[in-house]
């Protein structure tokens, strides 16, 4: 009998043991593929990631959750003894503590969002090297905590409500289409970050400058109606402010945004979630190999 012969007999001999199927992970063919099928059947660690992330954070602190509390609570009477009481600034007719936390609000949420989710995919590098799963739950996880933070920074506003008199209008209906856009806005840029953060260690040093003078640009301390009208349409390219005078329209019932602005606010947002969302998925399979 020829070797051939014996070789061909020998690979079509069945096998005692059953053959476990084998699956290899790689990347999509499409230049872009959102995989909505994979992010629906990984859905439940989404939630473990965020209550993870939740324990993390409070666990073994000393002030815990009152941290969620304070932070706002002391920045806004810093504004309002440096902006309020000695710059004397404008508050289009609010008391001016409550006009800058009203600011304050959506303003932690986005910077406490952003921070957290662009440095997500570091702070879990070693989750990434071991298990496969979808890396957009690390800054969408980060970002969903940061809602807590802006429920107790809530309490803290509806006292200090009852302490000025001031009763809710109908436009607080409209609070959670705001809270949404800030959310979005941070997970945009979230996306972005934390995908250039990867690549270069040193955006990691960037990000608190970014925020220190993306702050100055948002009308947290200073109403919108300060800057005039012909810059309005370019000023609010800077989508927070859209969502600080929305906050401030749906709890104070003080002017609300302009179509220009909000519409200027909405299609940056959309760009930098679309475009940031590209750029991490066409990173998402090589981030275990840089890390």
């Known amino acids: 009998m020829t070797a051939k012969l014996i070789k061909q007999r020998i690979e079509t001999r069945a096998s005692p043991y059953p053959q476990k199927p084998s699956f290899v992970l790689g990347p999509s063919n499409r230049w872009f ?44 009477l810093a504004f309002t003894l440096t902006f309020g009481y000695l710059g004397k600034m404008p508050s289009d007719g609010s ?16 910077s406490n969002a952003l921070s957290a989710s662009s440095n997500s995919l570091l702070v879990n590098g070693r ?29 803290v506003f509806l006292g200090m409500m009852v302490y000025y008199h001031i009763t809710p209008v109908p436009a607080v209906l409209t609070l959670p289409f705001f809270v949404l856009l800030a959310l979005l806005s941070a ?46 349409f370019i000023y609010g390219l800077n989508p927070m402010v859209g969502v600080v005078d929305g906050f401030r329209w749906a709890l104070l019932g003080q002017t609300p945004p302009s179509w220009n602005t909000l519409l200027a606010s909405c299609i940056v947002t959309a760009l930098l979630f679309f475009s ?6 066409q990173l998402e399979y090589s981030i275990a190999d840089i890390l």
């Open 187 to 232: 997970l945009a840029c979230g996306l972005w970050l934390g995908a250039l953060m990867v690549q270069f260690r040193d955006v990691q040093i960037v990000i608190p400058f970014l925020l220190q003078f993306w702050l100055l640009m948002t009308p947290v301390a200073y109403p919108t109606s300060m800057i005039p009208e012909k810059w309005r």
């Open 276 to 281: 940031g969302f590209v750029y991490f998925k």
């Open 95 to 110: 008391p001016y503590p409550i006009f800058a936390l009203a600011a304050l609000l959506p303003w932690q949420l986005f």
């Open 127 to 155: 989750v990434i090297a071991k298990i496969y799963f979808p890396r957009l739950f690390l800054p969408l996880s980060a970002v969903a905590v940061s809602l807590i933070d802006l429920l107790c920074s809530l309490v």
């Open 33 to 76: 593929s959102l995989e909505l099928k994979a992010l629906w059947e990984y859905r439940e660690l989404l939630y473990f990631l965020a209550w993870r992330d939740v324990k993390v954070r409070y666990k073994q602190t000393a002030l815990g959750i009152a941290w969620a509390i304070l932070q706002p609570l002391l920045a806004m």
